[in-house]
């Protein structure tokens, strides 16, 4: 055991009756694992469902969390009903985590939870990520980030205790497709969903599509752009139908979190 597990443990270890907030991805599966072996309390998983949520990411945390035995809450979020989420700045991510942690804190309040904690680890902070902020005004702990984990560190724990996401590639939302300055919509969202499903039934695991209006911008690991070619033809076909007229390989390759490269 890494000093690092072990400082996990013992932060978790003093916690009871703990609110996870969930997502199917490794970092919140290994928070879940880890209370439910250091915490002589209630411990609930809480995943929060809307529009920017892909549809894969929902059924997978839900099989996830049935192999965990963990009881898994799924609340309705309503950020597409909020101004400032929708109207897409740089900020968009802190309103909208704003949000979704009131209502957290709500249902802890009347369930009797007395921490709420998320998967954040250590290097989310060397990355734009607005929603942080949200999450320390709201009181919300980060244990990953207390004890200093890395994503590398938490998959190489994941796999050592044999959970199934262990090298499941990072997921976000859908909003972070779009273009900042460009008005989010449900039919936006929804675009990039079924693109993105379908590059990954091509056998594409680590992907984004971007939406640029007409123009639909593919990241995908420099080694797999040979087999974007060999799959053009129904590319071109199906993104055309979802409503992108116009189809791009970023030859930068893949990059998670390129939007935030012109802030």
């Not at 919140?28 to 411990?43: A, F, M, N, P, R």
């Not at 290097?123 to 942080?132: I, W």
């Not at 938490?154 to 997921?171: C, F, G, Q, V, Y």
């Not at 053009?232 to 992108?244: D, N, P, Q, W």
């Amino acid at each position: 055991m890494t000093d690092k597990e072990k400082k996990l443990r013992g932060i978790i270890s003093y916690l009871e009756n703990v609110l996870i907030a969930y997502s199917g991805g490794v970092d919140s599966t290994v928070l879940i694992k880890i209370s439910q072996e250091e915490i002589d309390g209630q411990i609930t998983a809480v995943i929060v469902n809307s529009p920017t949520l892909p549809r894969s990411e929902l059924d997978d945390a839900r099989k996830i969390a049935a192999g965990l035995d963990i009881q898994l809450v799924e609340m309705e979020s309503r950020e597409m009903d909020l101004p400032d989420f929708i109207n897409n700045t740089s900020q968009r991510c802190y309103f909208c985590k704003d949000h979704r942690y009131q209502m957290l804190r709500i249902y802890a309040k009347e369930n009797g939870f007395e921490y709420i904690l998320d998967g954040s680890n250590f290097d989310d902070l060397s990355d734009h990520r607005p929603g942080q902020v949200a999450a320390q005004e709201q009181g919300i702990r980060s244990p990953l980030q207390e004890a200093e984990l890395t994503k590398t560190e938490i998959r190489n724990l994941a796999r050592e205790m044999a959970l199934p996401n262990w090298d499941k590639p990072s997921s976000s939302c859908l909003a972070s497709r779009i273009p900042y300055g460009t008005v989010i919509s449900a039919e936006l969202l929804d675009q990039v969903d079924q693109a993105e499903i379908f590059l990954k039934e091509l056998g594409f695991r680590r992907l984004r599509v971007r939406h640029h209006g007409d123009i639909a911008r593919i990241e995908v690991p420099l080694e797999l752009f040979d087999q974007v070619i060999q799959n053009r033809t129904a590319i071109i076909v199906e993104l055309e139908k979802i409503g992108f007229p116009y189809i791009t390989l970023d030859i930068k390759g893949f990059r998670s979190g390129s939007m935030n490269e012109v802030i």
